[in-house]
């Protein structure tokens, strides 16, 4: 009998009978069900990197910013992304190094060279997203004089 | 960024190939009858796939340093497979393939049993790229187990009916009743992990189980996917019945399972298209 129970087809068979074969299908289901539970939770994420929350926020004016942040809503690949901010007369402003912020790679930091002049200025950002997708957009905020 | 997809199919599908014949060898093609053409048909047809898997890997890491860097140097790619989480993971996977090739090349018989781990650790590390890479912490890692299921699941199955194609054209003198159970069991298994898996991925990309189709390109694509995927179930699930029922018609079976196979084949190209879409749109 032992060369019986050694056999792999009769192993495979008896996933072959009905109920083996819904005792399975219940087993990794329940492995599954954990997994499940906590991507179902979850909120809604984006795939391809979204610019969810903007400091300073679009369209505000706020008194000039020492730093300017770009929070997206998935990791950022910060050596294939780019952020530049243009002033309202085309001038392109000088920046430091792009940056992300400390222990979290979905946020961008973006220091001016030097202190941000009253006026209007657009942010243009393309970045890479974990997933190696590519997004861009802009968005305007304004420095109260 | 159509030639990405072009290549994502390529290689999904020579992956998914290699990954399902290694494991469904020794349990489609053990009939001393079948020695004779696995040796001189389906080895080294194994073999090219998993060479057109190696070509395929190298050509998309090409393909992404040239959508993220717009130039196609060395010293592009270096960058992009050092610097980037997408870059880190290729490595390994790379080296996944090369090493299930030059298993499936070398004639020992020790070799074949190595490659089916190496060969399910090149598609595992197909898991961590693409969109199940959006998400951060404990969520993010279950997305990515989520998504190696699926992927081990789907590949076994396909390669499974690739290799169920092959005894089916030439049984021999084997008990084609039995073989076909075998494959009928474990299948079911599979294609229940399959539609799990993949119900959770559409809802922790999309945020619904099905989204409608013609909200998004994405949601299209997916359903056309969806469809493909029901239409193979369909089909396993009458082949399962015919099997229960009285004699086999062999040239009917073989019949619907090219078909089976190709609806198969059919999702993984969605899939290729899909992974270049964005799930959300963006604004």
Known sequence: ?145 | MSVLIALRFLHFTSLMLVFGACMFRPLLLVHPSQVGRLRNLIDPLVCLLAALALISGVAWLFAVAYELGGSLDMALVRRVLAETFFGKVWTLHLFACVAVLVCLRLPHPKLQVVARPLSALALATLAPVGHAAMLEGAAGTWLVINQLIHLLCVGAWLGGLMLLMFVLARPGDQDLRMVLGRFSGVGCVLVAGMLITGLINTRALTGTFLPLPGQSGFATVLAIKLALVLAMLGLALWHRRQLARGPLDIHGFKRTVTLEWACGLGAVAAVALLGTLAPTPLT
């Open chain 1, 1 to 145: 009998m032992t060369g019986r129970r050694r056999c792999p087809a009769r192993r495979i068979m008896l996933y072959w009978r009905p109920f083996s074969v819904f005792k399975a299908i219940a087993m990794s289901a329940r492995k599954l069900l954990s997994a499940a539970l906590l991507v179902l939770v979850s909120p809604l994420a984006m795939a391809h990197a979204h610019l969810t929350h903007p400091v300073p926020a679009a369209d505000t004016t706020v008194v000039a910013p020492a730093q300017l942040s770009l929070g997206f809503s998935e990791a950022i690949e910060l050596g294939f992304s780019q952020v530049s901010v243009t002033a309202a007369d085309g001038d392109a402003v000088a920046l430091q190094p792009l940056a992300s912020a400390a222990g979290d790679a979905k946020t961008l930091v973006i220091k001016p060279a030097a202190p941000l002049a009253a006026g209007q200025y657009t942010v243009h950002w393309q970045v890479v997203s974990v997933d190696t997708h590519k997004s861009a957009g802009e968005y305007r905020f304004t420095v109260s004089p």
